[in-house]
């Protein structure tokens, strides 16, 4: 039998209707439904239907026309009325539920997207600040060195003026190479004592080669 029809929808009668009813629409539903009724040329699946719904005509009025079977079905279908309505309650409270959970954490993700958000911009936010107080370290610190370089190289025009001699920028140059690299200063007199050293051995020798010396 289907399972979405009871016997009363098989026979086409209300759940209240009399027994005279009951075996009345047995008769047109017997007379519809009988296999015989199918033309000639009909194929299996169309045979086996119709045996199908047959059955189903003479199961439905073998038990509604008896008052004992009727009875029990009728308790049954009843309870199975009441039941189905309970459950559809049910059913529409869990999806109630299940509404409101989906609600609650979509309302919980939204919160979590905007705490990360907070959270990254944050951290922007720091990482700029510290390339900015890197940046301004590093200004002032190139300000710093500046200044000292000022500093130094005015001292050094001041005893270059006080010793009497020119200062132009290649004394300056001079002065700080010889302040930088203080083993420079230390070749270069050298070379000067070694040039000196020559030029004495040379007026020597020709002091000693010349006619008057002879």
Same mark, same amino acid.
Do not use: T
């Given at each position: 039998m289907a399972a979405t029809r009871n016997l009363y929808d098989i026979l086409g009668v209300p759940q209240n209707a009399t027994a005279d009813e009951v075996r009345k629409a047995y008769k047109t539903r017997a007379l519809e439904t009988h296999p015989d009724? *199918?033309?000639p040329d009909a194929d299996e699946a169309e045979v086996e239907a119709a045996e199908a719904q047959f059955r189903d005509v003479r199961t439905a009025f073998e038990i509604l026309s008896d008052p004992a079977k009727r009875k029990a079905y009728d308790?049954? &279908?009843?309870?199975?009325?009441? #039941?189905?309505f309970r459950t559809d309650e049910i059913q529409a409270r869990l999806a109630r539920e299940r509404a409101e959970w989906q609600r609650q954490a979509e309302l919980r #993700? +939204?919160? /979590?997207?905007?705490? &990360? /958000?907070?959270? @990254?911009?944050?951290? +922007?936010?720091?990482y700029q600040d510290t390339l900015a107080q890197a940046e301004l370290r590093y200004q002032e610190? @190139?300000?710093?060195?500046?200044? =000292? &370089?000022?500093?130094?190289? !005015?001292?050094?025009?001041a005893t270059d003026v006080k010793t009497g001699g020119p200062y132009t920028l290649? %004394? !300056?140059?001079?002065?700080? &190479?010889r302040r930088r690299?203080? !083993?420079?200063?230390?070749?270069? +007199?050298?070379? *000067? @004592?070694?040039? %000196?050293?020559? !030029? =004495?051995? =040379?007026a020597a020798r020709l002091e000693s080669a010349s006619p008057t010396a002879q």
């Open positions: 009724k *199918l033309p308790n049954g &279908l009843n309870y199975i009325r009441r #039941h189905r #993700h +939204q919160e /979590r997207m905007r705490v &990360l /958000r907070e959270e @990254m911009l944050a951290s +922007q936010k720091r610190r @190139m300000k710093a060195l500046e200044e =000292q &370089l000022r500093l130094n190289r !005015e001292a050094e025009r290649a %004394d !300056e140059l001079l002065s700080e &190479l690299c203080p !083993e420079w200063e230390v070749r270069r +007199q050298k070379v *000067l @004592m070694e040039a %000196d050293a020559r !030029e =004495q051995k =040379q």
